[in-house]
Each structure stands twice: as structure tokens, then as C-alpha cells.
């Protein structure tokens, strides 16, 4: 999930603008599409309800690319060029999370990318990026895979989440197959009359789906949702807090092309292959801070007491002295307290290590956490 778009370019909408207009939503500028920040009942109601139901998000805004080569092992090496996953060893249905890297190791984006297929004509890789950098995407892939690849940009289909405890079972009344599906894997399905790209994955900790469905198909397909009695539209700022919560990062402010996987804490994205034979932009800049250690890395950070320290708070040793900067930071509804990420110097980044926020002037005192600051759910 990417952070706003400062453009002044008109807004888009997306398939599902007039249902969150009729719905009552909130609208907000972001990532260049007018779209819902909370509904009526506010973000903690639905950021809790999320937590203990099921929760619908439109992120259509963000970008779907198929990738097709001759065969699919052509089509996954090509991409190891761009990215430092390990997509050959993808089994069908499986999915990963990883992101583009520049010549410095700068992060270009995060993404999703689903094997798809059973190995026959079918098999293809399925791509999800962010709203604000899919114009970049799609031109970095055409760019650098041309003549390799088949780049096809899937501008005709929507994409929601359902998120929470509860959307296993709404879903499976509308889609039964969709119970053999495992976190981080995906498939082809019938959902109620309709044909979906569904994966079980998500950016709120919570089990759940990201569904790709028809354009035509969107409205019809959010309204059945909606009509299911744990379902209720949750906005852009439950989605946000959730996702803090959950410790994933937030493009443009937690992971930017100023930061490299390795100081972002993003290693395990990083299969060992990729790591140990490189390949991919930055892959120097990345395997000599693996055996060095970063100079700074991205941390969980618990303020103490109740005032929230938002994004570009400076972070201070207990001398007064800079030592990083808050990325992420807000309301944890669940926790009841205020939660944060941000970079600090490597040698202050242990879980425990007392820091100063410099909030309005003043010192308020926090420690580096573990994160997620709360539990992931999902189904493995």
C-alpha cells in the first residue's frame, strides 16, 4: 500500500466510487483516485470490527499485470532481473511478496505476485502493485522484459480485500473452494456466479482475500459481500492502522528508493538463492550489508504514555542526540495506545533500548517493540 499522491491531476474513481458515495464514505484524495477514508461509523469502529469480523476494502486503485512468457520458468527468471525474490521455485498457486530494486538497492515499489496455472499454457505470473507507482511499474517491466515477456496490463478488472476472523467462512459460502486456499497461495475461482482472481493474502494481519474481479462484475460482487451480516466497507484509515498494527510497511514512507531491503528489515522477503547469487539491481550494495550490517534499520517503536508521534518525528537517544526518525505513526485501536515504525541507528535498535520522541518540542519517552504490535492470524 502506497501513501498519497501530492498530484494535482484530476481524481480517478474507481469501479466502486458510487457505492461508497451512496454508502455515505468520506471521500479523500489518494494516490490520484478519489477514494473512501471512513464511513459513517469512523475508523476505530471499523478498524475494531475488522479485528473481530470481516472487513471489505476497495484497492482497485491499485495496478494488476499478468506476465507470460514461453514457459513459466522464463517468465520467473526474467522477473529475478528486477526483483531479489525467488519466483522459479513458485509452485503453482503460490504466492510472494516482494518489491523492484534501483542500481543503489533503492526500493522502486512492493508487490505481490501469484504463480497462476497447473504448469500447462495457463501458467503465467499474476502481479499487484501499488496505485502510486503502477504507471512507473508497468513502464520499468515494459522497459526491461521487453522481447522477454508478454507484459499485459489487466485494466479491466477490480480488487477488494475481505479482512478478518470472520471472512473464511462469508467467503466460502459464495466461493467453497476457496477453503483449500492457504495463506500466501491463490486460484482462479467461482464465487457466487462470478469469476474471481482470489489469493489469501492482505495488509491488516487479519486472514482474509484479495479478490480480483471483472470491472462489469464489481459493484454486483461488493453488494453481495455487503449484504453478508459480518461484512461492513472499512476506509483508507482503518486500512492504515491495521497495517501498522500488523508492522507492514507503507510505501513512500516506510520503504522509499532511499531505503534497501536490508536496513528495512525486509531479509526474509530475500530468498537465500537471490541472496547468495544476486541478479538483481542493488545486489552488491544488498549482500555486502547482509555481511556487514546496515548502519541504521526500520523498528518498531512503543511511545509511552498516550500522545501518538507521527511520520518525520525525529527519534533521539536518552542524551538528546539524533539517532533516526519516525516513518509510521498513529493510534493503535486495538492496543489502545499509540504505536510507530521508524529507522534508528543500528547500535540503538535492540527490542528494549529506551529512545526520546521529539514531539511538539518535547522529549516523551518510548522503546524499541517487537513487531507486529499485534499478532498476525493467518491461515498457513
Not at 486456499?181 to 482472481?197: D, S
Request: hydrophobic share 40%.
Amino acid at each position: 500500500m502506497s501513501s498519497p499522491s501530492g498530484a494535482d491531476a484530476p481524481l480517478l474513481v474507481t469501479q466502486l466510487h458510487a457505492l461508497h458515495v451512496e454508502l455515505g464514505a468520506k471521500m479523500v484524495p489518494f494516490a490520484g483516485y478519489d477514494m473512501p477514508v471512513q464511513y459513517p461509523s469512523g475508523i476505530l469502529t471499523e478498524h475494531l470490527h475488522t479485528r473481530d469480523s470481516a472487513g471489505l476494502f476497495d484497492v482497485s486503485h491499485m495496478g494488476q499485470i499478468r506476465i507470460k512468457a514461453e514457459t513459466f520458468t522464463a517468465a520467473a527468471a526474467a522477473l529475478e532481473r528486477l526483483c531479489p525474490a525467488d519466483f522459479q521455485a513458485l509452485k503453482p498457486g503460490q504466492q510472494r511478496y516482494s518489491f523492484f530494486t534501483d542500481n543503489q538497492a533503492g526500493i522502486l515499489d512492493d508487490l505481490m505476485v501469484t504463480r497462476m496455472g497447473k504448469g500447462d499454457e495457463s501458467d503465467h505470473l499474476f502481479m499487484v502493485v501499488n496505485a502510486g507507482c503502477k504507471d512507473a511499474d508497468i513502464a520499468h517491466l515494459k522497459a526491461n522484459l521487453n522481447g522477454r515477456c508478454e507484459i499485459e496490463v489487466l485494466a479491466d478488472r477490480a480488487l477488494v480485500a475481505l479482512q478478518g476472523p470472520k471472512a473464511a467462512a462469508v467467503f466460502a459460502r459464495m466461493a467453497p473452494d476457496s477453503g483449500q486456499l492457504k495463506f500466501m497461495t491463490g486460484a482462479a475461482l467461482q464465487a457466487g456466479g462470478f469469476e474471481v482472481i482470489a489469493t489469501r493474502s492482505g495488509y491488516t494481519g487479519e486472514d482474509g482475500f484479495e479478490i480480483s474481479v471483472a470491472n462489469k462484475d464489481a459493484e454486483a460482487f461488493a453488494r453481495r459481500l455487503l449484504a453478508e451480516p459480518e461484512v461492513k466497507p472499512i476506509g483508507l484509515g482503518a486500512r492504515d492502522s491495521l497495517r501498522l498494527e500488523a508492522g507492514l510497511c507503507l510505501y513512500g514512507n516506510d520503504i522509499t528508493e532511499k531505503t534497501n531491503p536490508v536496513e528495512a528489515s525486509l531479509v526474509w522477503a530475500m530468498q537465500k538463492r537471490r541472496r547468495e547469487e544476486g541478479g538483481f539491481p542493488g545486489a552488491g550494495i544488498v549482500q555486502r550489508q547482509l555481511a556487514e550490517g546496515p548502519a541504521r534499520k526500520r523498528v518498531g517503536i512503543l511511545p509511552e504514555g498516550k500522545a501518538p508521534a507521527r511520520a518525520h518525528t525525529e527519534i533521539t537517544d536518552l542524551s538528546g542526540r539524533v539517532i533516526g526518525e519516525i516513518t509510521s505513526g498513529g493510534f493503535g485501536p486495538s492496543l489502545g495506545a499509540p504505536v510507530a515504525m521508524g529507522y534508528v541507528e543500528s547500535a540503538h535498535a535492540a527490542v528494549g533500548t529506551a529512545v526520546n520522541l521529539m514531539v511538539r518540542g518535547k522529549a516523551l519517552s518510548a522503546k524499541v517493540a517487537t513487531m507486529p504490535f499485534v499478532p498476525h492470524r493467518y491461515q498457513r
